[in-house]
């Protein structure tokens, strides 16, 4: 079954540098790439996804990027903000009909210091 | 506004109780998803459901059994509760093909 593994597991930078988290799966199946946001006391929330046939997507100061040779995608956050700290999660499921399961890496703790 | 609603939100219960954990959903989603969140270990499925009385295990199956009788409800049941299944609980659910999961505020189990 699909396996996916998330770095680092805790992540500190300053406010307004950029944050890069980075997560492999295993199943080369794999054609769906979402990724979690989680704040401290609050439920997880869809951030931003990726399809397979797409190698890179943005929405303002995030995006995502896709190698799908390497069986990799990344997480990027320009201009950080304190408001960003949190707990990201990030996934990947074969998006067979409506089968398949999100498969999640086991996250990764932000801290954005002002 | 989406709306995914966990019946309890903190709970404690003693070992060898009985425990439901209930989860609504009012967006008439085909899908329901129950997960464990410990830290470190990230979110491990349990049990999900594509359908009304229909269930499928898991990564974590083992002590946890479910029940979806209506489209909007999902049941998670611990038979016998056991101090290693204190943990946060999540439930959520999807459309059948949008994908996007829409979580619960989560129900907070500890086993005395």
């Known amino acids: 079954g699909e396996n996916v593994e998330q770095h680092p597991s805790t992540l500190s930078v300053q406010e307004g540098d950029s944050a890069v988290i980075k997560c492999t799966y295993s199943?080369?199946?794999?054609?769906?790439f979402p990724w979690y946001k989680q704040e401290l006391g609050k439920r997880p929330q869809l951030i931003i996804d990726i399809r397979s046939n797409v190698g890179e997507k943005k929405d303002q100061r995030i995006a995502v990027t896709l190698n799908k040779t390497a069986k990799h995608f990344s997480l990027h956050i320009t201009e950080t903000q304190p408001e960003d700290s949190a707990v990201y999660f990030c996934?990947?499921?074969?998006?067979?009909?409506?089968?398949?399961?999100?498969?999640f890496g086991k996250g990764t703790k932000l801290s954005v210091k002002p | 506004d989406v709306k995914v609603t966990q019946s309890s939100r903190y709970l404690v219960k003693r070992t060898g109780e009985k425990v439901f954990l209930e989860c609504v959903q009012d967006m008439d989603h085909e899908n329901m998803f129950w997960y464990r969140q410990d830290p470190g270990l990230g979110l491990r499925l349990i049990y999900f459901?594509?359908?009304?009385?229909?269930?499928e295990k898991g990564d974590i199956p083992e002590g946890y059994s479910v029940s979806r009788e209506k489209k909007e409800r999902f049941s998670l049941i611990l038979e016998s509760a056991s101090t290693n299944q204190t943990s946060m609980y999540l439930c959520a659910s999807s459309h059948e093909y949008t994908g996007e999961l829409f979580f619960g505020e989560g129900s907070r189990l500890t086993v005395l």
């Open positions: 996934a990947a499921r074969n998006y067979g009909g409506s089968q398949g399961n999100l498969i």
């Open positions: 459901s594509y359908d009304v009385k229909m269930k």
């Open positions: 199943d080369s199946a794999s054609n769906y």
